[in-house]
C-alpha cells in the first residue's frame, strides 16, 4: 500500500489495531511509514527510521509523502497556523521530527501541511549536534512513558535513540539490540571500572548514559522521569529486579 507520512505531532505505533492496544513505539512528525495491511481505521507496516513494525491510526498518516530538508534541533517547537507568534498552534513537534521547509517570511518557514516552524529550532538534515549526551541531558525532568520517543515522554531506550539520531548516529530501537548495536562498535569495559561522560550502560532491558564518572541519565521507571541518578544508587536498586549491570561500553575516539 507504500509509504505514509505522520502528520501529527506525534503517532503511536500500537502491537494491536484498536486505541487502547499496548504502546510499542512512537513515531513523530515528518517521518515514514511503509503500509502493507489497512483494518478498520488502523495502517500495519514498518517505519522507516528503524525498521519498527506495528499499527498506526490511519487519522495520524498521510500518502502524499513530503521530502524532508529539515529536522527539529530544539527540544520541542509549535507549528504555527500562521508566520506569528500569536497565531493559533496547530501541533507541538518533538526533536528529530522531519519537515520540508519551503517558503520563509520573517523568522518562520512553511512545513509541510502549510504550517509554520521558527527558523531557529530547525536544523538541516545533515547538520548534527556535536555531542549526544548534552542531546540528552536537556531531556532531564522528561516524564517516563514505557515506548515513548517524543519530548513529552520516553522510555531508556527512547533517550538513547533520540540522542544518538540528533548527533547523526541512527541506532536502534530497544535497549537490547542497542546492546548488541554498541558491543560490536564500541569497547567493552569492565562495569566495576572508573566511568567516563558517555559510557553506555546496560542491564537487561534498561540504558543509561553517564553524565560524568558517578551521574547516570537515564528515563526510568522506579522514578517515572527521565533523571541523572548516582550510579551507585541505581545499581542497588536495579539489582534485585534486573539483576548487575550487564555490559559497559566507551566509545574511543581517534
Known amino acids: 500500500m507504500?509509504?505514509?507520512?505522520?502528520?501529527?505531532?506525534?503517532?503511536?505505533?500500537?502491537?494491536?489495531?484498536?486505541?487502547?492496544?499496548?504502546?510499542?513505539?512512537?513515531?513523530?512528525?515528518?517521518?515514514t511509514f511503509v503500509v502493507d495491511e489497512a483494518r478498520r481505521g488502523w495502517l500495519h507496516g514498518r517505519a522507516e527510521m528503524d525498521g519498527y513494525e506495528g499499527w498506526v491510526a490511519d487519522t495520524d498518516l498521510t500518502p502524499d509523502v513530503s521530502p524532508a530538508s529539515h529536522r527539529v534541533r530544539a527540544l520541542r517547537t509549535y507549528v504555527y497556523s500562521r508566520p506569528d507568534?500569536?497565531?493559533?498552534?496547530?501541533?507541538?513537534?518533538?526533536?528529530?521530527?522531519?519537515?520540508?521547509?519551503?517558503?520563509?517570511?520573517?523568522?518562520?518557514?512553511?512545513?509541510?501541511?502549510?504550517?509554520w516552524v521558527h527558523q531557529r529550532h530547525l536544523a538541516a538534515l545533515n547538520a548534527f549536534e556535536p555531542d549526544f549526551v548534552a542531546v540528552a541531558e536537556r531531556f532531564a525532568?522528561?516524564?517516563?512513558?514505557?515506548?515513548?520517543?517524543?519530548?513529552?515522554?520516553?522510555?531508556?531506550?527512547?533517550?538513547?535513540?533520540?540522542?544518538?539520531?540528533?548527533?547523526?548516529?541512527?541506532?536502534?530501537?530497544?535497549?537490547?539490540?542497542q546492546e548488541t548495536?554498541?558491543?560490536?562498535?564500541?569497547?567493552?569495559?569492565?562495569?566495576?571500572?572508573?566511568?567516563?561522560?558517555?559510557?553506555?550502560?546496560?542491564?537487561?532491558?534498561?540504558?543509561?548514559?553517564?553524565v560524568d564518572e558517578t551521574g547516570l541519565l537515564h528515563a526510568n521507571a522506579g522514578y517515572m522521569e527521565t533523571m541523572v541518578e548516582p550510579i551507585d544508587d541505581a545499581v542497588a536498586r536495579i539489582m534485585p529486579g534486573e539483576g548487575p549491570v550487564r555490559t559497559l561500553v566507551r566509545r574511543t575516539l581517534p
Open 141 to 177: 525532568g522528561t516524564p517516563y512513558l514505557w515506548g515513548g520517543r517524543d519530548s513529552r515522554g520516553l522510555d531508556c531506550s527512547g533517550l538513547v535513540q533520540t540522542a544518538f539520531a540528533a548527533a547523526g548516529m541512527p541506532v536502534p530501537r530497544d535497549s537490547g539490540d
Open 85 to 115: 507568534l500569536k497565531s493559533e498552534p496547530v501541533h507541538l513537534i518533538s526533536m528529530n521530527a522531519r519537515v520540508e521547509a519551503g517558503e520563509r517570511d520573517g523568522n518562520y518557514l512553511q512545513v509541510q501541511g502549510g504550517g
Open 2 to 31: 507504500g509509504v505514509h507520512q505522520v502528520i501529527t505531532g506525534v503517532a503511536a505505533l500500537r502491537r494491536e489495531p484498536r486505541a487502547d492496544g499496548p504502546l510499542d513505539t512512537q513515531l513523530l512528525f515528518g517521518e
Open 181 to 210: 548495536f554498541f558491543a560490536e562498535r564500541w569497547d567493552r569495559v569492565d562495569p566495576a571500572s572508573r566511568k567516563q561522560r558517555g559510557d553506555l550502560v546496560f542491564w537487561p532491558g534498561h540504558v543509561g548514559i553517564m
